[in-house]
């Protein structure tokens, strides 16, 4: 069975900080695993996504992810945060036939002026 | 070109009715997922199609969630004798195959039971 654990349902930063959003994973198969976005009011968006190629993966909006096998992480980073940034970020694994995605339960991102 | 669409955008309903969610998933893409985001919480499996058969229902959280889907085209949840506890966004998902990775969203449904 494959799980996803987000730690944190609520981190705050000040406009300009580090971004680090947390997600270990089980999977008992290699994994694909997936951030996604969701804006106020909006649908899920794809921030980026790791299909065992390189293990550092870069997306949209300047955030990337590093996947590492030792600590079952997948965690969010972006150097420098924006106002626009503040959104709900969801962490996804995925790997069985059906290729369904199962969530974490979800992180929102505060950002101070 | 258009994205994965969804009607209605919300709907109230009183419990123990019958309500139907329709999903339009983007032109070409063989495969959809149906979600159930709760308040709060993160999206839950719900059932998936590959073409108009379901090899994975595992999700259904009870024999009141039914789904089809029309050939490659329009899927429709259908939840029976609708409860309180049914109250949620229900969101699709397609992508071009099942092996694709990559799924796009619809904006969902915001289902309430009064």
């Known amino acids: 069975a494959q799980s996803v654990t987000q730690l944190g349902s609520h981190v705050s930063v000040s406009e300009g900080a580090l971004v680090l959003l947390r997600c270990n994973y089980s999977?008992?198969?290699?994994?694909?695993l997936f951030w996604y976005v969701q804006y106020p009011n909006q649908g899920l968006q794809l921030l980026l996504k790791?299909?065992?190629?390189?293990?550092l993966v870069k997306g949209i909006n300047g955030f990337e992810a590093e996947f590492k096998k030792s600590e079952t992480s997948f965690h969010l980073t972006k150097p420098s945060a924006h106002m626009s940034d503040a959104a709900e970020y969801f962490c996804?694994?995925?790997?069985?036939?059906?290729?369904?995605?199962?969530f974490g339960s979800g992180t929102r991102l505060l950002v101070r002026p | 070109g258009a994205g994965v669409s969804q009607s209605p955008s919300n709907k109230v309903t009183e419990k123990g009715k019958d309500v139907e969610l329709r999903c339009d998933p983007i032109?070409?893409?063989?495969?959809l997922y149906w979600y159930r985001q709760r308040l709060g919480q993160g999206l839950e499996f719900l059932i998936y199609?590959?073409?108009?058969?379901?090899?994975?229902k595992s999700g259904l959280p009870s024999d009141r969630f039914s789904a089809e889907r029309t050939g490659e085209s329009v899927s429709t949840l259908t939840i029976q004798r609708t409860q309180q506890e049914d109250s949620a966004v229900y969101l699709c998902?397609?992508?071009?195959?099942?092996?694709?990775?990559?799924?796009?969203f619809g904006p969902g449904t915001r289902l309430t039971v009064t």
């Open positions: 996804a694994v995925s790997r069985d036939s059906s290729y369904k995605l199962i």
């Open positions: 790791y299909t065992s190629a390189a293990t």
């Open positions: 998902a397609s992508s071009l195959g099942v092996a694709s990775y990559e799924q796009y």
């Open positions: 999977s008992s198969v290699p994994p694909y």
């Open positions: 199609f590959q073409g108009n058969s379901a090899p994975d």
């Open positions: 032109s070409g893409h063989t495969a």
